[in-house]
Structures are given as C-alpha cells and as structure tokens.
C-alpha cells in the first residue's frame, strides 16, 4: 500500500491486467509525473480520502504509471494531460477516463464506471483510432508541404503577445527554429516572451509552460526535454542575429542543467515546481533556506541526447569549452550506458525494467552523433548503429512504429506518431550526407511521404514537418572541410547562418585540397581558403 494515497498501487505489467481478468474488475491507470503538481495534489486531496482508496481497492485494480519512464503508455492512454485517470478492460481496451479528479468528481466516476462495467463489461472496451491499424494517409512530398506550414506560421501567430495560438502559450523550440529562416521576426519575437515569461533569472532554467495568451499563469516545471530544445533553438538565434540576448538564456540554461540536475552520470529528467507558490519569486539566497523543489534525477537517453545536440550547436557558434565538455560527457554516457552493441537505445540510465527501442529516444541519439560528427568529428558510427537498429525493428510501411508492436494492454497495437517521425526523419537525412549513403534519404523520404496525404490539416505544433519536407525537396547546404577539427575554416563552416546546413569534417578525397572548404551546391563544389572567402562563397551562392 502507498501510505501516501491509502491505494494498494500495482505495477504496470501482465499480473495486474490477469488480477483484473481473474477478479472481473476494471483497471484504474493513473498516469503521473514527479513534476507534476496537479498529480501529488490528486494524491493529497483525492486518493488518501479513506472512502475514495477503499472503494478503488476493492472496485478496480488500480495501477500507477510515470509517464516519463512508460511512454508508449502515456501515448496509449493519456486524456490530454496530466493527472490522467483511464479506466481500461481486462485486455486494456478503453472504457473512459478523464484528468483531474476531485473528491467529488472522483465518486462520481467511479459510480458511473462499475454500472458501465456491471451493464457491459468487456464489451464497453474501445481501441482509439490512432491504434486502430490504419494506414497513414500517404502523398508526394513536394515543396507545398513547407510552404503550407510557412503559411500557417502567419495564420496562427498571435501578433500582441508573440507565439503561435491563443490560448496557453507552449515555447515550440522546433516551431521557433522553423520559423527562424522563413519568419524570423516572429521566431525572435516569440524567443523574447519565453525569454521574459519563462526563463528562472534566479537559477536559470525555462518553465514548462504558460497557462494564458499573455503569458501569464506560468506554471513552473522545468523538463530537461523543453530546456535542451530551447537552448539549441536561443543559440540558433544567435546564429542568425549576432545578438547575446539569445545567447545568454542559452548559456544561463546551460548552467542550470548542469548544476541543478547534473548527476554526474547525466542530467536528470525533470524539476517539479515549488510546494509553496512563492518559491520562484524568491532571491538566490532565500531560496537557499527554503526546501528545493521536487527532482526526478533519472538519466533518460532522449533527453540527454537532445542536451548534447544543443549543447554542441551552442559550442559551435561560441566556442564555449563547458558546453563541449558536458556533451562529450553526455555523448560518453549514451555510448557507454545507453547504447548496446547493436544499436539499441535503452530509455533510462540503471533500471533493468526499463524498456528499450523507442522511436524517440533512437531519434535523438542519431541526431546527437550526427552533431558531434560536425562539430567534433567523431559519432557517426554510433548514429550509423542506432539508426539502423530502429530501421530493422521499427521500420515498416513506410513510417516508424513508437516502439516494438508488443507488451500489456494495448503496447501491442502499432502507434506511428508524427513528431517523432519527423524527428527521426530529420536526422536521417543528415545521416545520409555524413555517410554517403542515399538509403537514409530515401528512408526519410518515405517517412514524410506517410503522412503527406494530410499534410494541409498538420499545423504549426509540427512545423518541423515542414522543415524535413523542404529539406527533401532540395539539396543540402553541404561544407566539406579538408581540414582538421576546430581550425578556423572548420568554425567558421559551422557558423554558417543556416542551422539546416550539414558541416563534413576532416574531408578526404581526391578531389579535396588539405586546408581548403568547399562549398557543394549539386555536383559542383566551389573552394575557399579563408574564413572570409568561405563566407563569401555561400552569400554569393544564396542570391543565385
């Protein structure tokens, strides 16, 4: 029994779903999170209400989840946000569920499942349309796909208070870093309310997210995913504009995950906000006296990988040697902890329970390695690995599964998820400049193809989809550099104002000269010596 809640919790697994099979009761799924205040508020106002546990314990087969460690769960059963309270069959099908629940909405539920279950039992079950085994809605990738989301950029821009919609307002790193090369007045604009709105200028650090158009109601998570993706989206910014306005919440996030979340193996996944709602308008040193927020420390392979990409991408416009050094540490970590010998990315750091091949995760360590292959010259015999191990497992139809098409409940249906196809797609074509290798490209190719019968109803919240379509439709911004790793010609290739751009490293070849860059546009490839011929060359290129 959890004598926090009064609910005799189960694991997620076969035994509960064969208890609930055997005992003819519903199962109860709460999805949670550490850094969820909505969840521990649920624990504390509704599940240790004696009446409430004992009706749960005896009713249904209660089971809790977190989220960040079970994803494919969270996916397959989450009703739009967190606290989720999901009802399911014996065999994992879905009968209701809902968020929030407060004592009294809590009875009500409960009442109103045992009678749906008493009436209908299994038959009440339903499987979800997005796990039904439906084929994706395929089309021809063709330039309208970007210009379809560039579109919808200007149609969804909130013109008074920067970002996309208007209602709560979410950061979109990836929408942001769409945005900086097709509307970058919004991108900046919007980089300065997250700036302004969501940036801890005490510890450092972005919260999660804000509750209203104004953003206000900020609601005070820090998730490691959200502050990786925002540093590498700031230090874009700073690509593009020379300003240290966007470099320095980069450089300030940074510090914090390095500090505040640092293991020493990795960063941890999450910092919950404050029990008490005054926390973050306290200085450095109240704080100090003041009981620290609540922090999931786990060590997860996507989060981390994202943390390496932005910390090289930063370190690569600024030559900051912390930022290197974390993400070679991190990079040791993927490799060594993470990553097995055939490619295979296990989702968290030191738990043998911990599931293994998950699409997203595979996705950010190829980008990952590809980015050291950059900036460091060294990864694409990880990225090479881990990729092709998410093609042969995941791979099929034309898109990614989420995860291996198995497990409790419905883990067994097949989910193809967009945005982390788009991840994965995304990194695939980088992989298939840094290898030479067109079978990544066309792999790419056919992932957006999946989703590209629907391609107008896909909005800004993926407008990454977009990016990877453009990308596909024309060839790469390529510098290969015949020269060594952190020598001006290579720096100042990576500094290039394009973050889309790929940066080959260390190029060998014959028709490569030692201590020249070139610059390949199709079959031809045009010299530079210097840093300033190089930059030269490619403004030239741009306005042909």
């Known amino acids: 029994m959890n004598e926090d809640t009064h609910v005799e919790w189960r694991e997620w697994g076969p035994e509960a779903f064969a208890e609930a099979d055997r005992t003819n009761k519903p199962v109860l799924l709460s999805l949670s999170a550490t850094w969820c205040a909505g969840c521990h508020e649920m624990d504390t106002e509704t599940y240790s209400e004696p009446r409430i546990a004992a009706n749960v314990n005896d009713g249904f087969v209660p089971v809790r989840v977190d989220v960040d460690r079970q994803p494919r769960v969270r996916e397959r059963y989450n009703m739009g946000g967190f606290p989720t309270t999901a009802f399911l069959t014996p065999e994992g099908k879905l009968l209701t569920g809902a968020m929030y629940l407060g004592p009294d909405g809590m009875r009500q539920v409960l009442d109103r499942v045992r009678e749906m279950w008493d009436a209908k039992g299994n038959e009440a079950g339903r499987v979800p349309r997005a796990l039904a085994g439906n084929p994706t809605p395929a089309g021809a990738v063709t330039p309208a796909i970007e210009e379809h989301l560039a579109g919808q950029l200007g149609e969804k821009y909130d013109e008074r208070f920067a970002g996309w919609g208007n209602d709560a307002k979410f950061p979109m790193p990836r929408t942001v870093e769409f945005a900086l090369k097709r509307e970058r007045d919004q991108a900046l604009r919007t980089l300065d309310a997250v700036r302004d709105h969501l940036l801890d200028d005490v510890a450092g650090g972005f919260f999660r997210y804000a509750g209203d158009r104004g953003w206000g109601d900020v609601h005070h998570e820090k998730l490691l995913d959200t502050n990786a993706a925002l540093v590498r989206a700031f230090a874009n910014a700073y690509l593009y504009t020379g300003e240290d306005v966007y470099r320095e919440p980069a450089e300030q996030t940074i510090d914090y995950l390095t500090d505040e979340l640092w293991t020493g193996l990795g960063i941890g996944g999450s910092q919950g906000p404050a029990e008490g709602s005054d926390y973050y308008l306290l200085d450095a040193d109240e704080r100090a006296e003041t009981t620290k927020p609540r922090t999931d420390l786990t060590v997860f392979a996507g989060g981390n990988a994202l943390a390496a990409d932005a910390f090289l991408t930063y370190h690569a416009y600024t030559d900051d040697e912390t930022a290197r050094e974390y993400a070679r540490r991190l990079l040791d970590t993927l ?116 989703f590209a019968g629907a391609a107008d109803r896909i909005g800004v919240q993926v407008a990454s989809y977009g990016a990877v379509a453009g990308r596909l439709c024309r060839d790469p911004l390529v510098v290969a550099v015949a020269d060594e790793v952190g020598s001006d010609l290579h720096r100042a290739a990576l500094r290039i104002a394009d973050h889309e751009k790929l940066v080959v490293p260390e190029a060998t070849g014959d028709e490569y000269e030692r201590g020249k860059a070139y610059l390949l546009d199709g079959d031809e490839a045009y010299a530079a010596e210097t840093p300033s011929e190089l930059m030269e060359t490619v403004a030239e290129r741009a306005q042909l």
């Not at 694409?380 to 989420?402: G, Q």
């Open 335 to 450: 490799r060594t902890d993470l990553v097995d010998e055939h490619g295979v990315v296990t989702h968290f750091a030191g738990d043998e329970a911990s599931e293994s091949l998950l699409l997203e995760d595979h996705a950010r360590v190829v980008a990952a390695f590809c980015r050291a292959q950059q900036v460091l010259g060294e990864g694409v015999d990880v990225a090479r690995a881990v990729a092709d191990a998410a093609i042969d497992e995941l791979y099929d139809e034309e898109s990614f599964r989420d995860g291996p098409a198995e497990g409790t409940g419905m883990l067994d249906k097949p989910l193809r998820p967009i945005d982390a196809n788009v991840e994965m797609a995304d990194a695939l074509l980088d992989l298939a400049v840094l290898t030479g290798d067109d079978e990544y490209r066309e792999i790419a190719r056919e992932t957006i193809g999946a």
